[in-house]
């Protein structure tokens, strides 16, 4: 037999998951197509997933805070390989050849 609704904990997971879904175009439409700012644009995605992934942290206060803190380093690591990647410089473009 079928069942007409799903189970509360998909309702649940599917209305964060809306949330994130509108937050995450918002930011990215006012800062892309609004503002012109592509980078922005970026950073406001990421922003939203990332603030939708720690919102709801099962478990008590300690629990939680061993939670983050532990992926304080993972955090940093990832920071920096970004801020490196970004700002690296890769050289002079290659000349276009002239084909004929």
Sequence with gaps: MLQRRPPPAYRTAG??????????????????YGLDRSVGATYALFGAIAMAGLSHLPGSGRQRAGSLLGAVPVCWALITLGTYLSVRDL????APSASG
């Design 15 to 32: 209305r964060r998951a809306l949330r994130v879904t509108i937050a995450a175009s918002a930011g990215v439409s006012v800062r892309l």
């Design 91 to 94: 050289g002079p473009a290659p």
